[in-house]
């Protein structure tokens, strides 16, 4: 495990963070399984602390945690990404963000087939404006966000919980891709391939909208930074 940690401390060093978020800096990090915690300098017991993948506040400030059963078998290069979604999480709480979604509302987000088809047509949209350049990936861009105002229209406040997750974890993830794309660009394009197949599928993977805000949240935000625009 302490060769995974210093490669992927390592693949670290490359990412420049403040390019992906002004203000946005790296956070310690801890990989775990079930009995060891390592950290950077030294080991520790596993205890109820470490769950998830997730940042923690620990002796004094935010970490990055992932759990890791198997070094030989991870993937430094991706580990090392991950990590930089969950410091993204670090930098939202150290912000001060407040805005984040209630899962239980996600959970009980309406089946309203009017809405599945606008999202499907939102999604196509936000595939084809990734993949565009020059000025129709803008025009592509306000035809998406002019069907989100027809969702919001049926959704109301359902919606406003859908962009909650994408803003919170859409964003993380966006910060995730951009540390890929500088620690290993065959990897990136092959995670953005995966995102825009995703968009452009129909699956129990869409109807989920928490697990979709990943992937919408991290397309959209790189779209919107091709275009000059801030996120709405």
């Given at each position: 495990m302490r060769q995974l940690y210093e490669k992927i401390e390592r693949y670290l060093r490359l990412v420049r963070y403040e390019d992906i978020c002004p203000e946005f800096r790296r956070c310690g990090f801890a990989l775990y399984n079930r009995d060891h915690v390592w950290l950077k300098d030294r080991i520790i017991p596993w205890d109820k602390r470490f769950i998830g993948n997730t940042s923690i506040y620990f002796e004094g400030d935010f970490i990055a945690i992932f759990q890791v059963e198997n070094p030989q078998e991870a993937d430094a290069e991706i580990l090392a990404a991950d990590l930089v979604h969950e410091m993204f999480h670090a930098h939202q709480e150290r912000s001060g963000e407040n805005r984040y979604p209630d899962d239980l509302k996600l959970l009980a987000y309406p089946e309203n087939m009017d809405n599945y088809r606008l999202k499907y047509a939102e999604n196509q949209l936000l595939a084809a404006a990734y993949e565009e350049?020059?000025?129709?990936?803008?025009?592509?861009?306000?035809?998406?966000?002019?069907?989100?105002?027809?969702?919001?229209?049926?959704?109301?406040?359902?919606?406003?919980?859908?962009?909650?997750?994408e803003h919170i974890e859409g964003e993380a993830e966006y910060a995730g891709c951009r540390a890929l794309q500088s620690i290993s660009f065959g990897k990136f394009k092959e995670r953005m391939e995966r995102y825009l197949s995703a968009l452009r599928t129909v699956n129990q993977a869409f109807f989920d909208m928490r697990r979709q805000a990943y992937i919408t949240g991290a397309v959209y935000h790189f779209v919107c930074a091709d275009c000059g625009e801030e996120p709405m």
């Open positions: 350049t020059g000025g129709r990936k803008a025009g592509l861009l306000a035809a998406f966000r002019a069907i989100r105002e027809s969702r919001r229209k049926i959704l109301g406040d359902d919606l406003e919980q859908e962009l909650l997750a």
